[in-house]
């Protein structure tokens, strides 16, 4: 079964600073993967998305991913850090095989808080 | 990307009651899921809503416990019944648009 693994629950970086945000999945076929962000009593923003091609994505807010398939990962990363990052960010997968499903499976989530 | 309206935004409910939350979308689209987001957690499927069908519920969700209406292909409901305080959370309703998917701003829960 398919299954999404966030190993850092809560990151605390400096404003300025870079961020590099873990993500596992556990997938049979070419996964589709997001990237949320929830900030406090916010609905899901999506960052970005990868489903094929250039394994380096490219998302809104100066974040970036990237795909590797031979570590089962796609790391969310951001060169530099604003105050107004910190929120909860959650990886996720489609359900569908092969396909989009049309829904997801989300990681726990890691909180993010930023110091001045 | 589509644009959901969600709500109520919050409410705070007696246990033994129910509570409907709506989900409004501007564009007509096939499927809509809704979500439950407990406390410190992740997010969880609760059913797929597709119109004109029963709803498909995941494994530990019950249409007793959670009927879903998709009367349209914009609007679906989702109604929380005899609820007790386990059902504190945050309920999100998505729908998938040429891969992008859309999440309503939520409705968060409090049952006492």
């Known amino acids: 079964a398919q299954s999404v693994t966030q190993p850092d629950i809560h990151i605390t970086v400096s404003e300025g600073a870079s961020l590099e945000l873990r993500c596992n999945y556990s997938y049979g076929a070419t996964p589709y993967l997001f990237w949320y962000v929830q900030s406090p009593g916010q609905g899901l923003q999506l960052l970005l998305k990868y489903f094929s091609g250039d394994t380096l994505v490219q998302g809104i807010k100066g974040f970036e991913a990237e795909f590797k398939r031979s570590q089962s990962s796609f790391n969310l990363r951001k060169p530099s850090v604003h105050w107004s990052d910190a929120a909860e960010y959650f990886c996720a997968v489609d359900r569908g095989d092969g396909g989009s499903q049309g829904n997801l499976i989300f990681g726990k989530g890691t909180k993010l808080s930023v110091k001045p | 990307s589509a644009v959901i309206s969600q709500k109520p935004s919050r409410d705070i409910c007696q246990r033994g009651t129910s509570l409907t939350i709506q989900c409004q979308v501007d564009?007509?689209?096939?499927?809509m899921f809704w979500y439950r987001q407990q406390p410190g957690q992740s997010l969880t499927l609760i059913a797929t809503?597709?119109?004109?069908?029963?709803?498909?519920?995941e494994s530990g969700f019950v249409i007793d416990k959670f009927p879903i209406s998709r009367p349209n292909l914009t609007f679906s409901t989702l109604t929380v019944s005899n609820m007790s305080p386990e059902d504190s959370s945050i309920y999100l309703c998505?729908?998938?648009?040429?891969?992008?998917?859309?999440f309503g701003s939520g409705t968060r829960l409090t049952v006492v």
């Open positions: 809503a597709n119109q004109g069908s029963e709803a498909t519920y």
């Open positions: 564009s007509q689209v096939t499927m």
């Open positions: 998505s729908v998938e648009v040429n891969y992008g998917y859309t």
